[in-house]
């Protein structure tokens, strides 16, 4: 069962490019189907408004964010171990190509903070791999 940070990010489904909510999907089975774990979506669409407030707080200049347009999601990392968090990055980029040259579907990285998070992001060319 997927599970949200934000009850308003279930209303966001909707806003989704394609096929974002598959690979959402694709994740959470593949985190119960090996390690018995829901995830946890932390952030999926966000406003224009509402990034320039997150780049403000991190002191950094506006720039585009994939979640401005549906096509990025975040979810929560720290209930996995690092192995447990990086084969299951590598399992989402073996089965799903992002489009674009030195882009890759699912990327794990620090926050500000220092915690680490899973980071989805989809193109108008992202594709699941052909023979998965």
């Known amino acids: 069962?997927?599970?949200?940070?934000?009850?308003?990010?279930?209303?966001?489904?909707?806003?989704l490019q394609y096929p974002?909510?598959?690979?959402?999907?694709?994740?959470?089975?593949?985190?119960?189907?090996?390690?018995?774990?829901?995830?946890?979506?932390?952030?999926?669409?966000?406003?224009?408004?509402?990034?320039?407030?997150?780049?403000?707080k991190k002191g950094v200049d506006f720039y585009l964010s994939v979640h401005m347009f549906?096509?990025?999601?975040?979810?929560?990392?720290?209930?996995?171990?690092?192995?447990?968090?990086?084969?299951?990055r590598d399992m989402i980029n073996l089965n799903w190509i992002h489009g674009y040259d030195g882009y890759q579907v699912c990327i794990l990285h620090k926050l500000g903070n220092g915690a680490y998070h899973f980071h989805l992001q989809v193109s108008d060319r992202t594709r699941k791999k052909e023979g998965n």
């Open 1 to 15: 069962m997927i599970t949200t940070k934000n009850t308003e990010d279930l209303l966001e489904y909707d806003k």
């Open 70 to 88: 549906g096509r990025g999601a975040d979810i929560r990392s720290w209930q996995y171990s690092k192995e447990e968090a990086e084969y299951l």
């Open 20 to 56: 974002l909510f598959d690979i959402i999907c694709y994740f959470d089975r593949l985190s119960v189907d090996l390690y018995n774990k829901n995830i946890c979506v932390t952030d999926l669409f966000r406003s224009e408004d509402e990034h320039r407030e997150i780049c403000r």
